[in-house]
């Protein structure tokens, strides 16, 4: 007989304490918060923006059709905005679509866009009052919350920071995504931003300095011409430039902690054959320890390629 209090006794209650405490979901001020079912370590990323996301969530069962896509999509995190003053109906619906979304096992990244966030001052202060909408949300849903905050700022698209060359943004754009980081570390939340290539050209310091800013970035590799009927050569060109671009990103930063890096497409570069350019991305890049996933824009365009489809009484259009 093993007494009560014997070694082995003690140490089987411990391992047991342990094994409890390690399976609890996450608390929120002191309630039971359920978590989205993280996929696999191996599992490469795959997210998708929802923009207008309080237009879209206004169609009947809006929320099932989007779990239903990402089933179909193989997606596995969305990106959806939240306005800064969301009122009841907004929220009532963003809640519904986590809700369905963590039943999934899918991520929902609450997604702040701005073209001059990177500003100090009264921009840099308006994207962080959004930042502290999300987290406020969070304190009021905690039982459908969201996993972190996805980043949009497009200084690049003001016209004095236009040209391949031009990045003299950038200090500005990363004081910002460490304002953020702050906040949202301490939120327990993950934290995304999106970049455009060419700051991944930047000198040795200023990429350090971004890539060690944030925990994820997601390059967005717009702009390309995919629409062909032979995609091999597309393909092939897909290929040589993202290799090209993560090599550029890294180079030179061995040993500093630094941001995984998802590729971004968009259907408006790639029609059809976007699923087909994606699959690729992970092929290409299953054994970089850099890269975690593909990103594509967006599920908007479904929306609108069905509306138009249903406009011209076409059997063959997409549904969502």
């Known amino acids: 007989m093993i007494s009560s209090g014997s070694p082995l006794r003690l140490t089987c209650a411990v391992a047991l ?3 409890v405490a390690g399976a609890a979901p996450r608390a929120i001020a002191g309630q039971t918060v359920p978590e989205a079912a993280a996929p696999p370590a191996a599992t490469p990323v795959h997210g998708m923006w929802i923009w207008r996301s309080s237009a879209v969530l206004q169609a009947p069962q809006a929320a099932l059709a989007i779990r239903n896509f ?3 999509e193989d997606i596995n995190e969305i990106y959806v905005t939240i306005s800064r003053h969301y009122g009841a109906l907004e929220a009532l619906q963003l809640a519904d679509l986590i809700g369905q979304m963590h039943q999934a096992g899918i991520r929902v ?5 701005s073209t001059d966030g990177d500003e100090p001052g009264a921009p840099r202060t308006h994207l962080i009052d959004q930042v502290q909408s999300i987290l406020q949300f969070n304190r009021e849903h905690w039982a459908a919350h969201f996993d972190g905050v996805h980043l949009a ?3 690049q698209q003001r016209d004095e920071n236009k040209g391949a060359d031009n990045i003299g943004y950038l200090p500005g754009l990363i004081d910002t995504y ?3 980081r702050r906040l949202t570390d301490r939120a327990d939340l993950s934290l995304n ?3 455009p290539p060419k700051l991944l050209r930047a000198e040795l310091l200023q990429r350090r300095a971004l890539l060690s800013a944030v925990p994820r970035l997601t390059l967005m590799l717009y702009g390309r011409d995919g629409r062909r009927e032979d995609a091999a050569p597309e393909l092939e060109r ?3 430039v993202s290799a090209h671009l993560l090599e550029s990103a890294y180079d030179g930063l061995d040993g500093t902690p630094l941001a995984h890096m998802l590729i971004a497409l968009r259907t408006a570069d790639y029609g059809s054959q976007l699923p087909q350019m994606l699959a690729a991305l992970d092929q290409a890049y299953r054994t970089n320890s850099h890269y975690i ?3 594509r824009e967006s599920y908007n365009d479904v929306l609108a390629d069905a509306e138009k489809g249903a406009a011209l009484g076409s059997p063959d259009a997409p549904l969502p």
């Open 153 to 155: 700022i497009e200084p």
């Open 238 to 240: 897909l290929r040589e």
């Open 193 to 195: 931003a999106d970049i």
């Open 17 to 19: 304490l342990a094994l």
């Open 178 to 180: 460490r304002a953020v």
């Open 109 to 113: 990244e609450a997604l702040v866009s």
């Open 293 to 295: 996933g593909w990103a």
């Open 70 to 72: 990402c089933a179909n």
